[in-house]
């Protein structure tokens, strides 16, 4: 009989036809106890819960009926000794890297052998979608990296992580060496989850986070690279203030899109181009990754151009 605490796991069997909306849903949520999992494509799909008491399971549960009522959930409880905790988490948060930067879960902190070129970030495997594995995510870091190992120049560049969650994306920039960055987020408990994350990561400080919306976070004519990794819902009807936020030049890099709303999501912020930047020449480019997609917009200023 051990003697250590015990913290909690639920499980469910989800329909196949609702994945989707509690993905979207939990992915707004940081930090988050959730995480859905999926062993093969040819698996059905559970979503664990893991929680340290008792009534922070009930209400979770209670919070998940409410959000979608249609959902008939009964879910299985079992209680869990910290080492199956920590292990349960090693299941589905690992260790992945883009090129030069490596994204390393706490665990595997003194286990991961980081290349001597390599740019570790440490997460925390505890928070289940703010570890940096999500799809979308990993679509802005590449993005980033492309970026970072281009011929671009990159002296006093302003880079802004809007709608940060966990600030992996802003620690990743300040990992590869970009100097002035900052993170926002509407949500206080996520920016102390970036100040959280800081904690483990002290060789990247120098991070601005701050609780701020998609207007107050985006002063005009501020940004050179603006990374927005948040969904089509709330990208759609801020495209004006996001544009305009925009150096003369500057990349812009939108995530957090299913693959079935890219093209509305890119027509729409080409024709706010044309009417806020009609002078400047607009360069797009869109990658997938599983059922997600990103767009990257590359502004270059025409020498007459003002911004409307």
């Given at each position: 009989?051990?003697?250590?605490p ?7 069997q989800?329909?196949n ?7 979207s ?9 959730w ?5 093969t ?29 249609q ?13 199956e ?12 890297n ?7 879960p706490?665990w ?6 980081v290349?001597?070129e ?26 980033l990296v ?9 002296d ?13 994306l ?25 100040h ?20 107050s976070?985006l ?32 990349h812009l ?10 093209e ?20 797009t ?20 151009e003002?911004?409307?």
């Amino acid at each position: 009989m051990t003697d250590a605490p015990l913290d909690l796991k639920i499980s469910v069997q989800l329909p196949n036809d609702h994945v989707e909306a509690l993905e979207s849903y939990f992915y707004e949520c940081e930090p988050n106890p959730w995480v859905l999992i999926q062993k093969t494509v040819a698996d059905p799909y559970y979503l664990n819960g893991y929680f340290n008491q008792e009534d922070d399971c009930t209400q979770a549960i209670a919070d998940i009926k409410e959000k979608f009522p249609q959902l008939d959930l009964s879910f299985n409880k079992e209680k869990l000794v910290a080492t199956e905790w920590q292990n349960a988490y090693k299941e589905y948060v690992k260790p992945w890297n883009d090129r030069l930067l490596h994204w390393v879960p706490l665990w595997a902190k003194e286990t991961y052998s980081v290349p001597e070129e390599g740019r570790p970030i440490y997460v925390d495997a505890g928070m289940a979608f703010g570890t940096g594995c999500h799809e979308t995510t990993q679509l802005c870091a590449s993005r980033l990296v492309d970026f970072f190992l281009s011929d671009v120049t990159k002296d006093n560049l302003t880079m802004v992580d809007a709608g940060c969650g966990s600030g992996i994306l802003a620690l990743s920039a300040r990992a590869l060496g970009f100097q002035s960055i900052r993170g926002f987020d509407n949500d206080p408990d996520a920016i102390k989850v970036c100040h959280d994350l800081l904690n483990h990561n002290p060789s990247l400080n120098q991070i601005e986070f701050s609780v701020d919306d998609l207007v107050s976070g985006l002063p005009e004519d501020s940004i050179d690279f603006l990374m927005a990794n948040i969904q089509t819902n709330i990208l759609l009807p801020f495209a004006e203030p996001i544009i305009k936020s925009l150096h003369a030049s500057a990349h812009l890099i939108l995530s957090g899109i299913l693959t079935k709303e890219i093209e509305l999501l890119k027509l729409h912020y080409l024709e706010k181009l044309n009417q806020l930047r009609p002078n400047a020449k607009i360069l797009t480019d869109s990658r997938e990754k599983g059922e997600w997609s990103d767009l990257k917009i590359e502004i270059i200023a025409c020498e007459s151009e003002k911004i409307i």
